[in-house]
C-alpha cells in the first residue's frame, strides 16, 4: 500500500521534471536566438554626440546596426559605421569610413583654426574613420588609423526620431 | 510516418543543441586549436623536434573577462590581428596602459589609454608588439585559462609574470 503510493509520487516528480526541463529548454533557446539575431544579425543602438551631425542628431537616434557585413568585408568608404573606441573598449563610436586600406587621406590637422593639411597612406587591414562634423569630433585624426577588427556594424536603418525614419543614406 | 517524425524531431534536437552551443561559445567559454610556435613553453612545447606526428594544443577560452576589459599582465589572451581581421593571435600581455615598456632597439615606449603590449613566449618566432605597436584591448576576444588537448598537458596555463621576455622591460604604474 506504502510501496504504491511512494510509486505514484515518484511518477509525478518525473513528469513535474520532464516539464520543467523541456520548458527551461524552450526558454534557453529563445535567449539563444534572442543572442544570435543581436551579435550577427542586426541590433538597435542608441547614439548621441554631435559628431555626426548633421546626419544623426544630437541628442540621440535609435538606430539599426546590421552587423554582417564587417564579417563579410563588405564595409567600404562612406559608410557610417559603429566601432569599438580604440581608447576605451567599453565605449563605442559612430563615424563614417572615410578611406580603407591603400587609400591615400588628405585631411585638416586642426580645422577651423588653420589650414594645415596632412596626408598619409591607410596600412594594411585599417581604415580610416572621421565624424561628419569635424569641428567636434573625436577620430582618425586623433586616434590614427583604426583596426578592421574593431567595426561592429554598419548602420542602415534610422528606427527613432519618426520623422527622420527611413534607411540612412550615404 | 513514424520515420518522418523521427527525423523530424531529431533535426529539431540538433537545431536546439546548435542554437545555445554557439551562444555558450559566445557569451561564456569555447575550445579553440593553438598553431604555431610563438607561444612555444606555455603551448605547443614539442613543435620544433619534427618526430611526425605533431598535435596542436587544444585550449579553453574563457569570455567572461570581455563583459569589463580587466586583464592583468600575464595573461595569455586571444585577439584579433589588427592588419587581418581574419587571423586570431595568441599571445601574453606584458604590459596595460599607462605602463612604460623599454626596447632593445627602440626607445622608451609608454602605452597609451586603451592598449596593450603582448609578446609571445617564444621570442625568436614571435610576431607581435614588437612589430605590431600596441594593441587596441577591443580587438582581444577571450582569455585562456587551461589547455584541454593532449591528455597529458592538461592543466591551467600558468601565468608567467618570470617568462615574459627578458629583453622587454616593463616599468609598472603604481595603481593609487
Redesign the interface.
Known sequence: MRAAKLLQYARQWKSAAKEVVGHS?VF??F???L??TD?YICSPTLVYGPSMLPTLNLTGDVLLVEKLSPVL?KVGPGDVVLV???????KRITKRIVGVEGDAITFLVDPGRSDRSHSLVV????VWIQGDNIYASNDSRQLGPI?????LGKVCFRVWPPEDFGPLGQ | MAARGFLWSSAKKCFTAGLIGLTVSDRYASFMAVRGSSMSPTLNPNNKNSSGFVFDDYVLVEKFCLAKYKFSRGDVVVFRSPSNYKEKNVKRIAALPGDWVHLPSLDTVRIPEGHCWVVGDNAACSMDSRSLGPIPLGLICGRITHVVWPPQRIGRVVDGKNSILPEVEVDILEET
Open positions: 529548454i534557453a533557446q535567449l539563444s536566438l543572442h544570435l551579435t568585408g569599438r573606441s580604440p581608447e576605451n573598449p567599453r596600412p594594411k587591414g585599417h583596426p578592421y577588427g574593431l567595426i
